[in-house]
């Protein structure tokens, strides 16, 4: 058990590391998306800390959160209004938060992602939806998955694959990282350092 984990936190390390570039610009666009992308990687390196002590539930949690921050990343970037931008710039108060209650959900960014994000992207983050989100939603609400889960206790593989998910949502993050740093060709990079240590990453598609 421990051999996944270290591969993970090795992926880690060698990710972080081609990704500490600046950014393209100071655009208020580019660095709004940075903090979101940031913030999904900050929720996977979370989530592997919960899954390595167990608490496969929690972490969970966490993970559609990544997901969600990585989907608000590539939004920003690539779809939202400069309306929508300014309420997720703008100096946090009751007002701004008020006003930044009715930003779309993950729903409606995937169907803006649908016509304005590279293809790419957008398949990458519509399978993910696709194959998680129910389970997703049922940990995050104390649906069926947990409760039965909670309940039995947690198979190994069920920690195991759900790590492998994380890994594969932090390269997607780390794609997008390449992206806002203007270094679209490091995304190769970032593949091979994935594809390096396969025991810990999803299966092919």
Same mark, same amino acid.
């Given at each position: 058990?421990?051999?996944?984990?270290?591969?993970?936190?090795?992926?880690?390390?060698?990710?972080?590391?081609?990704?500490?570039?600046?950014?393209?610009?100071?655009?208020?666009?580019?660095?709004?998306?940075?903090v979101a992308c940031s913030l999904s990687?900050? &929720?996977?390196?979370?989530?592997? *800390? !919960?899954?390595? %002590?167990?608490? $496969?539930?929690? /972490?969970?949690?966490? &993970?559609?959160?990544?997901?969600? *921050? !990585?989907?608000? %990343?590539?939004? $920003?970037?690539? /779809?939202?209004?400069?309306?929508?931008?300014?309420?997720?710039?703008?100096?946090? %108060?009751?007002?701004?938060?008020? /006003?930044?209650?009715?930003?779309?959900?993950t729903a409606d960014m995937m169907q803006a992602l649908a016509i304005k994000a590279p293809p790419q992207a957008y398949d990458a983050l519509s399978r993910f939806k696709e194959s998680s989100w129910k389970a997703l939603n049922s940990y995050a609400h104390a649906g069926i998955h947990p409760?039965?889960?909670?309940?039995?206790?947690?198979?190994?593989q069920l920690i195991h694959d759900a790590l492998r998910n994380a890994n594969g949502l932090a390269v997607l993050s780390c794609m997008q990282a390449a992206v806002l740093s203007g270094q679209q060709p490091l995304q190769r990079n970032i593949v091979a350092a994935a594809?390096?240590?396969p025991s810990c990453m999803p299966p092919p598609l």
């Amino acid at each position: 058990m421990a051999s996944i984990f270290d591969e993970s936190d090795d992926l880690a390390e060698e990710l972080m590391a081609l990704i500490d570039l600046p950014l393209f610009d100071d655009s208020p666009r580019i660095q709004t998306s940075d903090v979101a992308c940031s913030l999904s990687l900050e &929720h996977w390196t979370s989530a592997r *800390a !919960l899954l390595h %002590s167990g608490l $496969l539930a929690s /972490a969970i949690v966490v &993970h559609r959160s990544q997901f969600e *921050a !990585l989907v608000r %990343s590539i939004w $920003l970037l690539y /779809a939202a209004a400069e309306d929508q931008l300014s309420k997720l710039t703008n100096t946090l %108060s009751l007002e701004s938060e008020q /006003a930044a209650k009715n930003m779309p959900q993950t729903a409606d960014m995937m169907q803006a992602l649908a016509i304005k994000a590279p293809p790419q992207a957008y398949d990458a983050l519509s399978r993910f939806k696709e194959s998680s989100w129910k389970a997703l939603n049922s940990y995050a609400h104390a649906g069926i998955h947990p409760i039965r889960r909670h309940g039995d206790g947690y198979p190994v593989q069920l920690i195991h694959d759900a790590l492998r998910n994380a890994n594969g949502l932090a390269v997607l993050s780390c794609m997008q990282a390449a992206v806002l740093s203007g270094q679209q060709p490091l995304q190769r990079n970032i593949v091979a350092a994935a594809n390096k240590r396969p025991s810990c990453m999803p299966p092919p598609l």
